[in-house]
Nanobody, 125 residues
Framework: QVQPVESGGGLVQAGGSLRLSCEAS????????KGWFRQAPGREREFVAT????????AYAESVKGRFTISRDNGKNEMYLRMNSLKPEDTAVYYC??????????????????WGQGTQVTVSS
């Protein structure tokens, strides 16, 4: 398995919560940077959150700061995105991404080497 696999998307009402999971592609990259991106219909893929290799540094897009929490469990090769207070504008396909080159937090798609297939998150008003 080379491609990471996301799960946990679905339909939720505004104000609700979801937790996305990402199973890493290989244990080789368990200590490298990871991130979440999203893409809404007709829009460019955008950065959501990133976490460094040991999990002690994180960063978020302004639009999700204070509502979303990124975390990782290197022992399980998994990454998570806890999403609270969801809004209709959070509706998108969410992608997890792994870097095979960088340990520090990364903000642009070009710094990531492996991408999941995406999981749909739909927030109804």
């Amino acid at each position: 398995q080379v491609q990471p696999v996301e799960s946990g998307g679905g339909l939720v009402q505004a104000g609700g919560s979801l937790r996305l999971s990402c199973e890493a592609s290989e244990s080789t990259f368990s200590n490298f940077a990871k991130g979440w991106f999203r893409q809404a219909p007709g829009r460019e893929r955008e950065f959501v959150a990133t976490i460094n290799g040991d999990g002690y540094r994180t960063a978020y897009a302004e639009s999700v700061k204070g509502r979303f929490t990124i975390s990782r469990d290197n022992g399980k090769n998994e990454m998570y995105l806890r999403m609270n207070s969801l809004k209709p504008e959070d509706t998108a396909v969410y992608y997890c991404a792994e870097s095979a080159r960088f340990v520090t937090i990364r903000f642009i798609p070009e710094d990531y080497d492996y991408w999941g297939q995406g999981t749909q998150v739909t927030v109804s008003s």
